[in-house]
């Protein structure tokens, strides 16, 4: 599944567009939800680059040495995350009166 987020994520394509070698993509955008309202993307995001940091400041990390966060593509969560944004508020609301 977390594969499967990160080449949407990589390849700024549309859930829908998931290659088929993954799990149907209406399942991978219901994990990514939930990872997402629930934080655990947020955290994986900054567990992975802050030991992306101890790396290079050991430098322990072959020839990654000096490379930024930035260049190692968008983070998992927010805004650069396509199909990501919280949208479940329009289910539940109810509809305007006239």
Avoid: K
Avoid at 2 to 8: E, K, P, S, T
Avoid at 52 to 58: C, D, F, L, N, P
């Amino acid at each position: 599944m977390l594969d499967a987020v990160r080449y949407v994520v990589d390849n700024r394509i549309q859930w829908a567009n998931l290659p088929a070698d993954f799990p149907p993509y209406r399942r991978v955008h219901a994990f990514a939800r939930r990872w997402h309202v629930t934080g655990l993307l947020a955290e994986l995001h900054d567990r992975l680059r802050d030991c992306a940091s101890r790396r290079g400041a050991s430098g322990r990390d072959g020839g990654d040495r000096g490379r930024s966060a930035s260049s190692l593509g968008p983070p998992l969560h927010g805004p650069s995350a396509p199909g990501l944004q919280h949208t479940e508020h329009r289910r539940h609301q109810p509809p305007p009166r006239t």
